[in-house]
């Protein structure tokens, strides 16, 4: 019952920056734990960024550490990956996932049960 849409993506320049938006809509009283993944070609989904929506608490993968920044805004039921710095190797399809709450295993997209359809970043060296 819950759906999410990124949106945001595009090509930049080595260097640049965009900002992912990940809108909820339906059912979205029982999510803490709002995560971002991507997926490149021919490689695994891995964990960028997630953040516990009913605290303080974020988490970064150690490659974006310092360059992207997850953020909520809880009156749009919203959340924003701020992506600075990029970099050739952050060419990715990027998806947002929904749970109930955050947790050791948060780099794990099996603790995700709700996905969004993706959203394409693109950096040119």
């Known amino acids: 019952q819950v759906q999410l849409v990124e949106s945001g993506g595009g090509s930049v320049q080595e260097g640049g920056s965009l900002r992912l938006s990940c809108a909820a809509s339906?059912?979205?009283?029982?999510?803490?734990?709002m995560g971002w993944f991507r997926q490149a070609p021919g490689k695994e989904r891995e964990a960028v960024a997630a953040i516990y929506t009913g605290g303080f608490t974020t988490y970064y993968t150690d490659s974006v550490k310092g360059r992207f920044t997850i953020s909520q805004d809880t009156a749009k039921r919203t959340v924003y990956l701020q992506m600075n710095s990029l970099k050739p190797e952050d060419t990715a399809m990027y998806y947002c996932?929904?749970?109930?709450?955050?947790?050791?295993?948060?780099?794990?997209?099996?603790?995700?049960?709700?996905w969004g359809q993706g959203t394409q970043v693109t950096v040119l060296p």
């Open positions: 339906g059912y979205t009283d029982s999510l803490d734990c």
């Open positions: 996932a929904a749970e109930g709450k955050c947790g050791a295993s948060w780099w794990r997209r099996e603790w995700y049960n709700t």
